[in-house]
């Protein structure tokens, strides 16, 4: 794992960081501590943004105990009054940066009719319209979504799904794709990159070309309430309306969860609140992320179980011809540093299926049965088949 934490904070020159914003922010932290938690010596990347577009469009379709339960990982839901168009404005805002794209989609099942409260909702708050597609033909499905996250991240995400990632039972899937390239505002010498050692958090040792740049940065030193002493360092892309921000504690034996684990949407604002104009020179390594990861285990540790499954899901919002719940929700991460600047593209998706629509049900699997008397609810016989036995 990279022992600098690099967190890309996409500011927003205009309008500041709305409500909305913030609480997206402080859910994706939730959604990375967890990730980081479990690849503790790996690398991770993450677009919070993405996963936040997604399950909002999944929570304006959501009703019941499936409601209460995303606006509680949330921390917001955008039928509150106003919120939609916090959305559609932080959208605005994005897509107006010369350097960020950034589009929402809805890909559903032909024949699966749609409420129009459903429908209004996504148009309002996403600026989106429903694209039908032929689930029942799931190839042909997975080149459709594949080919839009590809248009609309500039080709850097060619292939989302992969083949066998779909099935006929698929009725829905709610995508996010963002695509980021921008220039540094003072680029790195390439002549100055020199192989250096980077230091890993399990002890080991590997050669890097790392970037080295002298200039006036916005700097500042903080400590967590745990006492662990870190610096931030803001370098400025071209335009000065985005930036990254990198993080590292002082002591090279200190590991990143100490810092990730306090991070918060506050934090992040007194950063930039506090930081200062100071000549440094910066030391950084180039580096290539890609990252692919299904992120149902980090959102049930969050407590979105209910979603997950057909018995507890509550998605009549969306339609009622059916009962649908999602299946997994998918994230493609590619971010590239070099001396010129970043790229970085992320595609995001919550796949929502469901059985109901099944007109065969085949046990060719192991199965239980039970017997039972239905008056008394006695169960006289029960069992579980692993190797018929034929007569």
């Not at 020159?13 to 859910?27: A, I, N, Y």
């Not at 932080?90 to 890909?107: F, N, P, Q």
């Not at 050669?207 to 745990?226: A, C, I, Q, W």
């Not at 504690?249 to 104009?277: C, G, N, Y």
Request: proline share 4%; charged share 20%.
């Amino acid at each position: 794992m990279l022992c600098i934490y690099i967190f890309l904070l996409l500011t927003l020159s205009r309008v500041g960081l709305s409500s909305l914003q913030e609480k997206q922010t402080d859910f994706g932290l939730k959604v990375f501590l967890q990730l980081s938690q479990d690849s503790m010596d790996k690398n991770v990347v993450f677009s919070p943004y993405g996963l936040a577009s997604v399950l909002s469009m999944a929570q304006l379709g959501a009703a019941g105990n499936t409601h209460k339960a995303l606006t509680a990982a949330l921390g917001f839901s955008l039928r509150e009054r106003g919120l939609s168009r916090q959305q559609r404005l932080l959208h605005r805002d994005l897509s107006s940066e010369e350097w960020v794209e950034t589009a929402s989609g809805v890909m559903v099942e032909r024949k699966m009719n749609l409420e129009k409260g459903y429908r209004r909702a996504l148009a309002k708050a996403f600026q989106t319209h429903p694209h039908q597609v032929d689930f029942t033909k799931p190839d042909h499905a997975v080149s459709i979504i594949n080919s839009w996250v590809s248009d609309h991240t500039a080709g850097a995400i060619p292939v989302f799904l992969e083949a066998g990632s779909l099935s006929d039972e698929t009725r829905m899937v709610l995508l996010n794709a963002l695509h980021f390239q921008a220039l540094w505002k003072v680029p790195f010498d390439p002549t100055l990159t020199q192989e250096r050692i980077f230091h890993c958090p399990n002890g080991s040792t590997i050669p890097v070309h790392m970037m080295r740049l002298t200039s006036h940065f916005n700097y500042g030193e903080f400590v967590t309430n745990d006492g662990v002493d870190y610096d931030v360092i803001e370098v400025p892309y071209e335009g000065d309306s985005l930036s990254m921000l990198l993080v590292s504690p002082f002591e090279p034996e200190v590991p990143l969860s100490e810092l990730s684990a306090a991070l918060t949407s506050k934090k992040i604002q007194q950063w930039t609140t506090e930081l200062r104009s100071v000549k440094r020179r910066l030391s950084m390594p180039r580096f290539i992320l890609d990252s692919e990861v299904n992120l149902k285990q980090a959102l049930l540790n969050l407590g979105l179980r209910d979603m997950f499954s057909l018995a507890t899901a509550d998605f009549t919002r969306i339609t009622t011809d059916e009962r649908l719940c999602v299946s997994k929700v998918l994230q493609r991460v590619k971010i590239e540093v070099n001396e010129r600047g970043t790229k970085g593209a992320a595609g995001t998706a919550a796949v929502m299926f469901s059985r109901m629509a099944v007109e065969e049900i085949t046990l060719d699997r192991p199965f239980l049965f039970f017997i039972q008397h239905k008056h008394t609810g006695a169960i006289l016989f029960m069992g579980q088949v692993n190797q018929p036995q034929q007569q």
